[in-house]
């Protein structure tokens, strides 16, 4: 009992105050506002218009969505935790995603948009062939939503909510959740690149807000460099720390804390491993991830895309002074918080007994910031969590509904295929919860460590097959299966002892073999790519080659091909559709069987049809989902139409002006990017 008083219960800041919920209602209503103007607009009642926004995006909010897509919840609570824990390098993680963003606009949209697709397994699928690529990126994208974003962003929102309101946190997933997934599931893509647009300034707004407010008490930036090295947690001092064993570099600064170029060895980040093991993992997320390239395709042509990655590319500079240093003075301010290392301190603190670093930023916001911008603040964690999980569910379903489900069947209708991808996105949420207790305890509570382990034992593969999918044209469907096969057996070789063993932390380090766990996680990435990647070009090598016929507008060194390509699974589609049109004969003739036995009852039917029309209540959900009466209307478009529209599509010529405007501002961005990296290295 004389221990349990010593340990100061958290500090808990209700948000209660009429200034604060002023704010925040203010920012729901604006963000519903523009939700439903963006659903007015847009037509919601196709696939097209429902997963990619009709193609018609201009580059703002592009670059606005991709942005905020990227930049959830986990990053204010990750980035400021290991700032807070381990100091600038991690800064590393957002600073490369400036050269990576390039590579998406410049190479590999340019592939995407010419071969007419809109997911990422869609285009495997064109390129090599065949059904098991396609199936098994769409079954592994799915469960890497799960680990990787999902439970990631919810359990990091949910500890903001928890500091700030003191709320349980299945309590303020489950509230927040039901707000995203409704205007995710009705309003399409159209409704979350606008609303991300509004969320990105509010973000940014909110984080700039705090971040002077932090400098200010802190003595600017000089303050942090003086200051931070002495923040120690002195309870862990006072105390008996032999109980623990604990070791002084459990709780002192790291002496590298603020440089990004690290010790290529012992230290946490190694600098080769974060330029090559972290660009593998960045050529994953930005070129090949799902929720990313959708908002790039959803472009009304390729320089609006390459703009559109621009303007993410200046807003990535943001997360090092917005998140990692406000962390850093959070540990300044709170070190007996954030840098606790006693178990039952740190469980007290903030629930679990590997370290509180992770509630840097939340600890920082309800301790520092005065009412009303206090609410701003949580307003900002609402704005990131919301348009991260929302881009994710609308990409999720995009996956399940193009990939999986069309597959088992070829003939539903869209009506069909989108009742199927909203109900997908509430399944998905349940096991995401389920996961959440695993999340808040790998990595010795550093979040964003979390984040990129996983990324780095299943990314690699994929990032192997769509680099040499889209510049090597001799990988063929053998190749690039094997390499994914044994790229995935090789990555769950090294996750599932980790789990098995845990990942421990400082105080209770892992007892993971280290043949197995010793490898950093970012060079580990580096061998399953390299592993991968053989793998693929010697299978390939030693089957046939795909005919360029087969390739047309499918590799970038044929992008611009006028010839007319011969799809790989033309033949499979064939006979699909002989299957289906055999199956549909036998179902006509069913029917006519079933209208010469019954007349009777059909008849009923279609009084009692008259009787009850369908109430104002159904048209109105219909109308909210997109999927009224009227769209099943519209004339079928001539094949003229189709063939128009289709050319428009997968355009990809550029105005010479505006082409040379894009080129100039990326060379600009890549040159204040690397004067950064050297000014901190």
Known sequence: MEQESLIPKPERASISNPADISVICFYFLAVIGVGLWSMCRTNRGTVGGYFLAGRNMVWWPIGASLFASNIGSGHFV??????????????????????????????????????????????????????????????????????TKISVDMFSGAVFIQQALGWNIYVAVIALLIITTIYTATGGLAALMYTDTVQTFVMIGGAFVLMGFAFNEVGGYQGVYDKYMGALPSRTLSRTP?????????????????????????????????????????????????????????????????AGCILCGYLKLLPMFLMVIPGMISRILYPDEIACIIPEECRRICGTEVGCSNIAYPKLVVSLMPSGLRGLMLAVMLAALMSSLASIFNSSGTLFTMDIYNRLRPRASDKELLIVGRVWILLLVTVSIAWIPVVQAAQGGQLFDYIQSISSYLAPPIAAIFLLGVFVKRANEQGAFWGLVVGLAVGMARMIPEFIYGTGSCLFPSS???????????????????????????????????????LHRLVFSLRHSKEERVDLDLEEEDVAKQRGDSQQQQQ??????????????????????????????????????????????????????????????????????????????????????????????
């Open 588 to 681: 006509r003739q069913a029917e006519m069987a079933a209208t010469r036995n019954g007349r009777l009852e059909n008849v009923l039917e279609v009084e009692d049809s008259k009787a009850v029309p369908s109430g104002w209540l159904c048209r109105c959900m219909g109308w909210f989902c997109g999927m009224g009466t009227n769209s099943q209307e519209q004339p079928e478009p001539s094949p003229e139409e189709k063939a128009e529209e289709l050319r428009r599509l997968t355009d990809i010529t550029e105005s010479p002006t505006w082409r040379r405007v894009v080129n100039i501002n990326a060379i600009i961005m890549m040159a204040l990017a690397i004067f950064l990296w050297g000014c901190y290295a």
């Open 78 to 147: 990750g980035l400021a935790g290991t700032g807070a824990a381990s100091g600038l390098a991690v800064a590393g993680f957002e600073w490369n995603a400036l050269f990576i963003v390039l590579l998406l606009g410049w190479l590999f949209v340019p592939v995407y948009l010419t071969a007419g697709v809109i997911t990422m397994p869609q285009y495997l699928k064109k390129r090599f062939g065949g059904q098991r690529i396609r199936l098994y990126l769409s079954v592994l994208s799915l469960f890497m939503y799960i680990f």
């Open 242 to 306: 032999a109980l623990y064993n604990i070791s002084a570099s459990c709780y002192l600064p790291r002496e590298d804390s603020f440089h990004m170029i690290r010790d290529a060895v012992v230290s946490d980040l190694p600098w080769p491993a974060v330029i090559l093991g972290l660009s593998i993992n960045s050529i994953w997320y930005w070129c090949s991830d799902q929720v990313i390239v959708q908002r790039c395709l959803a472009g009304k042509n390729l320089t609006h895309v390459k």
């Open 512 to 550: 993971c073999p280290r043949l197995i766990c010793s490898i950093h996680y970012l060079y580990f990435a580096v061998i399953l790519f390299l592993v991968t990647a053989a793998t693929v070009m010697g299978v390939s090598l030693c089957t046939p080659p795909i005919p360029d016929k087969n």
